[in-house]
């Protein structure tokens, strides 16, 4: 595909090969179309109505499981920086009210053992964290956001336990 829109990219992805489809984003298609209906179902988003939860979900993994930058992923989506930047968080937000409403599994993989799936994390050296608690995401030449390691983490652990909850076997 050559530069296609952010819609077009997503339908792509959704229709296209399951094994890339799951390199993309760490789990199968029925996991992501369960979580994508669970997000438009419990939480709010503030995205524009012309982007779908599930190109919002493609960005947002783009960032955190491909490891890109904000400026790579707005590029690639067909987007602004801003609006590449407002969509992650609005993922993130929403992640934040997946793991504040659903209990984790007892069976779910603990978070040491899951980090590897997720690139964003690759950067973080440990004993190396700011003292407010803050680290750098997605940067490339400034274009990056500052946000709560804590935050991250738990957002990441939400989704974690999603995909083990309803990974297709």
Same mark, same amino acid.
């Given at each position: 595909?050559?530069?296609?829109?952010?819609?077009?990219?997503?339908?792509?992805?959704?229709?296209?090969?399951?094994?890339?489809?799951?390199?993309?984003?760490?789990?199968?298609?029925?996991?992501?179309?369960?979580?994508?209906?669970?997000?438009?179902?419990?939480?709010? &988003?503030?995205?524009?109505? *012309?982007? !779908?939860?599930?190109? /919002?979900?493609?960005?947002? %993994?783009?960032?955190?499981?491909? #490891?890109?930058?904000?400026?790579?992923?707005?590029?690639?989506?067909?987007?602004?920086?801003?609006?590449?930047?407002?969509?992650?968080?609005?993922?993130?937000?929403?992640?934040?009210?997946?793991?504040?409403?659903?209990?984790? &599994?007892?069976?779910?993989? *603990?978070? !040491?053992?899951?980090? /590897?799936?997720?690139?964003? %994390?690759?950067?973080?050296?440990? #004993?190396?964290?700011?003292?407010?608690?803050?680290?750098?995401?997605?940067?490339?030449?400034?274009?990056?956001?500052?946000?709560?390691?804590?935050?991250?983490?738990?957002?990441?652990?939400?989704?974690?336990?999603?995909?083990?909850?309803?990974?297709?076997?």
């Amino acid at each position: 595909m050559t530069n296609p829109s952010g819609a077009e990219r997503a339908r792509y992805l959704l229709n296209g090969i399951p094994n890339r489809f799951t390199e993309f984003c760490h789990m199968d298609q029925i996991t992501f179309v369960q979580l994508a209906d669970w997000l438009t179902e419990n939480t709010q &988003s503030n995205t524009p109505e *012309s982007i !779908s939860i599930e190109e /919002s979900l493609f960005v947002f %993994l783009d960032i955190v499981a491909q #490891g890109n930058s904000f400026k790579a992923t707005a590029y690639g989506w067909g987007q602004d920086v801003k609006l590449t930047q407002s969509i992650f968080l609005d993922i993130l937000n929403a992640l934040q009210v997946l793991r504040e409403k659903e209990e984790l &599994s007892p069976s779910c993989p *603990s978070f !040491s053992t899951t980090k /590897s799936r997720w690139r964003v %994390l690759r950067s973080w050296r440990p #004993g190396k964290s700011r003292m407010d608690g803050l680290i750098k995401v997605g940067d490339e030449a400034g274009d990056g956001l500052e946000i709560s390691q804590e935050t991250l983490i738990e957002a990441l652990t939400a989704l974690n336990n999603f995909i083990h909850e309803h990974k297709e076997y």
